[in-house]
């Protein structure tokens, strides 16, 4: 059994620098650029992530849709109670647009020594905290 399990020899982990957004397109996302630093991130047909690349802090955000005719207390009470279930990321409004104010997941990293599995588990989390707020929202969604 042992001799099975090294046939190949031990595993090695290795350390690589790539760009972020080359990084992103080798592990199967589709990268779009919208603007000078922000992005429009598609991975297996999830909603699309739109990353800000600042000089210190890379942002994700998810754009559920407009909050406009579903939002009230019992909604934003259980946005800010589900919030502790999908941490890091967390349930905002987005109201660039005071006419349509959005309701979006946003997750944040300080620009830095960032590593493949951290910035691969942003996408995982925000995949899972999509699944939340669907569960959240269905009932209200006509």
Do not use: C, W
């Amino acid at each position: 059994m042992l001799k099975t399990q090294f046939m190949n020899g031990p595993t090695i982990h290795t350390t690589r620098t790539d760009d972020l957004i080359d990084f992103l397109q080798m592990h199967g996302m589709e990268v779009e650029a919208l603007e000078s630093s922000i992005y429009r991130v598609v991975r297996d047909g999830e909603l699309p992530v739109f990353l800000n690349i600042g000089d210190e802090v890379l942002s994700f955000e998810v754009d559920l849709g407009s909050i406009a005719e579903i939002g009230s207390e019992d909604l934003y009470k259980a946005l800010l109670d589900a919030n502790t279930e999908i941490q890091p990321v967390s349930f905002g409004l987005d109201n660039t647009n005071p006419d349509d104010p959005r309701l979006v997941l946003a997750e944040s990293r300080v620009v830095g020594d960032l590593s493949d599995r951290e910035i691969l588990s942003v996408f995982d989390a925000l995949e899972l905290a999509t699944d939340k707020a669907v569960t959240i929202l269905a009932p209200l969604v006509k």
